[in-house]
């Protein structure tokens, strides 16, 4: 069963655990759509969910019990924990 998950990550040029959080993601071989974490609207956005670490990695999957048919799972840093638990890598390993 496809969920149709989208993985967003916004990262930062030199940032260690972006470039860890995107070896992981490649090695699963999930898509993502990469952008920025240095736009000031994102950080604001980051800063307003208390996260304070690039990369800030966004998982939409849908939920239709939810007003807007989608749920997100958002959080900062490299977690691998996180990224094994929110993202469905079965989906995208045919």
Not at 39 to 57: H, K, N, Q, Y
Not at 61 to 83: C, I, M, R, Y
Request: hydrophobic share 40%; aromatic share 8%; charged share 20%.
């Amino acid at each position: 069963m496809t969920t149709q998950q989208t993985v967003r990550v916004y990262s930062k040029p030199a940032c260690v655990q972006c470039r860890l959080t995107d070896k992981w993601l490649t090695d699963h071989k999930v898509p993502y759509i990469h952008d920025s974490a240095e736009d000031e609207g994102v950080i604001a956005a980051a800063r307003e969910l208390g996260i304070a670490a690039a990369p800030i990695v966004v998982v939409q999957t849908p939920d239709p019990t939810s007003p807007s048919g989608f749920g997100d799972e958002v959080w900062g840093g490299f977690q691998p924990a996180l990224l094994a638990k929110h993202i469905n890598t079965e989906e995208f390993a045919a």
